[in-house]
């Protein structure tokens, strides 16, 4: 049977440490769901980084949206602040 893509929630409360919280799940709809759920419990904090994406079985991650109070969502991997 071949690995399946998983989706990752990530959140990180400062963006340039390693220390997050983060779930995997295979059902796109379903991380979707955790996302936003993040997004609603920790999205207004200032430095909050909160994304969704996609990992596949040979290691490789695609960002597929990112949240930040100051941006709000955006496709993709978030841009530094002054860009």
């Known amino acids: ?5 998983e989706y990752r929630v ?3 409360f400062d963006p340039d440490s390693k220390a997050a919280v983060y ?3 295979r059902d796109l709809r379903t ?3 955790k996302y936003r759920a993040r997004i609603g419990e920790s999205g207004s904090h200032p430095t909050a980084v909160i994304t969704l994406s996609e990992h596949a079985p040979d290691g490789t991650e695609h ?3 990112t949240w ?3 941006a709000g969502e955006t496709d ?3 841009t ?3 860009s």
Do not use: C, D, F, S
């Open 80 to 82: 530094p602040t002054g």
């Open 23 to 25: 779930g995997y799940w």
């Open 10 to 12: 990530t959140l990180r």
């Open 31 to 33: 991380a979707e769901r």
């Open 1 to 5: 049977m071949p690995e399946e893509i």
């Open 68 to 70: 930040t109070r100051a």
């Open 63 to 65: 960002v597929l949206k």
């Open 76 to 78: 993709g991997p978030a």
